[in-house]
């Protein structure tokens, strides 16, 4: 078991209290209505599955019960970082592989 800090909650909880709720900064269609099935089907169903770094949107569904990001690498199920949604990841790909 390991433990996830909730950036709302300020403290780290264990992880049964926390669910992943799939890849965060996805950009949303701003016309749904003018999509194509194609489009809407790419867009709800195609994510990223990348072998590293990737950022993912969670939630404290025992907790607060508030959505935030995570910066996880998938390989090694390390939390390089958290914040809140709406704000932008300091940790990237490249900047992890250039150390």
Not at 32 to 49: H, I, L, Q, S, V
Request: proline letters at 5%.
């Amino acid at each position: 078991m390991f433990h996830i800090y909730c950036p709302h909650c300020c403290e780290y909880r264990e992880e049964e209290e926390f669910h992943a709720a799939g890849q965060s900064h996805i950009a949303r269609p701003l016309d749904p209505d003018a999509c194509t099935d194609k489009e809407w089907g790419e867009f709800m169903y195609f994510r990223a599955n990348p072998r590293g770094i990737h950022h993912e949107l969670w939630v404290h569904a025992a907790g607060c019960r508030k959505y935030f990001n995570v910066t996880r690498d998938t390989q090694t199920y390390e939390i390089n970082e958290v914040y809140k949604v709406g704000e932008q990841p300091t940790v990237v790909a490249n900047a992890i592989q250039s150390k």
